[in-house]
């Protein structure tokens, strides 16, 4: 056996998004590689809505995609925001997560936001969102502005997408890798093993493919490195609670109203429906728990949700089982796992098609040498858990951060006992559990410059420092004059911001005239 791996000839096992965008990867920086593609005949896509964060525009801007090269055959629209109803309690309204960066006339802009709250306790939660992000005059009144006069906004940094997942796999099917590749629909019949991973695969049609490197996207199944080289997975259910999810589309009733820049995230009784607005129509579906509800009762309560936000129910579902986790390691010997053969968290946050293209971006970086080392599998390993494990903790918080006690479900996410898993969690340095810990109980606030403060802040827990506290229990004692004129300041801004884009097309106008070119 050989710890070191020549790359020449990479095989992709599945097609999908995952399959096909990393085949565009790989047709882009290194065309001078062979590259092969196996995907079933016979392949079955849900193919309601896909939602991308502002990171995906990084893997765009690595392959050379614009947004007018593929959003015209992919049904999609721009996103601005997540936003999150019900999560805090029952009727808890809505939580805002957008896209952008912060922006404060303060270099407090923590306190001063925490102040205002304080001062004037009838001020909404919403309002932390709309005080420091210029982004949010889009959101509110549903615009598209692509000047520069909106803060520090920035359209093409800033925004992210709404699109059909498998009709952009057929775009880069068709569009950047046909005639670039080795194209074989074919199922994989057998697969030949040695000490350096996989050695060849024995397809239906009867062709024997052999590579230097395997890489499997073949889903939830993992054939490769799952079922092959048996490779260990690890279970997120101690943080994550949701395993299954049915998944629809439904048609527009007013459609220059309803298709907004925004994925909706709604809590139900037993976990949470995502909505996303495409072009033609909305991908909708419901991610619960099957420990707390039969599929039966969660199809009837995601019809019953449909039903009652004014839409008709359709009678396409699709029933999915998650896999929720990571592989131990995803690069072994000469085969690599990209998306969900890789591990998958939940679809909260839009992360779907995150961990897609962010492994793809590190697996890129093995190949600026001629050889692939032990060190080389090691480094990527332990970069793709990080990333992972962050990003599970992010989602988990959403969970423990809230107070809905209203079914067992929400009372056994509120009870969950995190401590262990906190120091568990080794491998996370950034975004996750001991980062915010620490930044609150040491700092006596969230890092202000994650995601983490909007949520927090929709959520009624607060990330106040030590000088906000004492202000708030005797604030009498202060004169809080000098911050009235700060506020003011801020609320002006607001007002700013949205007198900017008052005249700024609506997100339907836009797309009808700019992407679809509909009269």
């Known amino acids: 056996m050989s710890s070191k791996l020549r790359v020449n000839n990479i095989v992709i096992v599945g097609g999908g998004t995952a399959g096909w965008m990393t085949a565009t990867t790989f047709v882009r920086l290194f065309p001078d590689k062979k590259i092969t593609l196996i995907e079933s005949p016979d392949i079955k896509t849900v193919g309601v809505g ?31 925001t997540i936003r999150f109803t019900n999560f805090h309690k029952k009727n808890g309204g809505r939580v805002e997560y957008p896209f952008s960066l912060p922006e404060s006339v303060d270099e407090n802009r923590l306190n001063l936001w925490y102040f205002k709250k304080i001062i004037n306790p009838k001020t909404p939660l919403t309002d932390y969102a709309d005080s420091f992000y210029p982004i949010m005059p889009l959101v509110n009144n549903n615009k598209v502005y692509r000047g520069t006069e909106l803060g520090n906004f920035r359209f093409y940094d800033q925004t992210a997408f709404h699109f059909d997942a498998t009709k952009f796999g057929i775009w880069l099917r068709d569009n950047i890798c046909k005639g670039k590749i080795n194209h074989i629909k074919s199922e994989v019949k057998e697969i030949k093993t040695n000490d350096d991973g996989i050695k060849s695969l024995e397809l239906d049609n009867g062709d024997i493919i052999k590579g230097d490197m395997f890489i499997d996207c073949t889903g939830f199944k993992s054939l490769l490195l799952g079922k092959t ?20 589309h439904i048609e527009y009733t007013d459609k220059e109203k309803q298709l907004q820049g925004v994925t909706n995230a709604t809590a139900l009784k037993n976990g949470w429906v995502w909505n996303i607005p495409l072009w033609s129509k909305i991908g909708t579906g419901y991610v619960y728990s099957d420990k707390y509800t039969t599929d039966e009762e969660a199809l009837d309560e995601l019809k019953q949700h449909i039903k009652d936000n004014g839409f008709k129910v359709t009678e396409e579902f699709s029933n999915i089982k998650m896999r929720i986790g990571i592989h131990k390691r995803l690069f072994v010997k000469n085969v690599v796992a990209i998306g969900l053969s890789a591990g998958f968290i939940e679809p909260l946050e839009s992360n779907g098609l995150y961990t897609v293209h962010e492994f793809l971006s590190y697996l890129t970086r093995m190949f600026e040498r001629d050889n692939i080392s032990q060190w080389d599998r090691d480094v ?138 509909e009269l």
């Open 50 to 80: 896909e939602s991308t964060i502002v990171q995906f525009r990084q893997w765009l801007s690595l392959v050379r995609i614009k947004d007018e090269d593929f959003m015209k055959h992919c049904d999609a629209s721009y996103k601005f």
């Open 380 to 517: 990527y390993n332990y970069a793709c858990r990080n990333t992972f494990n962050n990003w599970a903790e992010f989602i988990s918080m959403h969970y423990a951060l809230g107070q809905r006690d209203d079914t067992p479900y929400w009372k056994d996410n509120l009870n969950r006992n995190y401590d262990e898993e906190i120091y568990d969690l080794s491998l996370t340095q950034d975004y996750g559990f001991r980062e915010h810990i620490k930044s609150k109980i040491y700092n006596f606030r969230f890092n202000e410059e994650s995601g983490i403060t909007c949520i927090s802040a929709g959520y009624g827990y607060f990330p106040l420092s030590d000088n906000t506290l004492r202000f708030g229990n005797k604030m009498e004692e202060y004169d809080y004059t000098p911050y009235m004129v700060k506020i003011k300041q801020m609320d002006d801004r607001k007002k700013e911001w949205n007198d900017v884009v008052k005249d700024s097309p609506s997100l339907y106008e836009y797309l009808k005239k700019e992407v679809y070119n």
């Open 229 to 248: 080289l048996d490779e260990e997975f690890i279970p997120y259910n101690h943080i994550l609670p949701n395993n299954k999810a049915w998944a629809t």
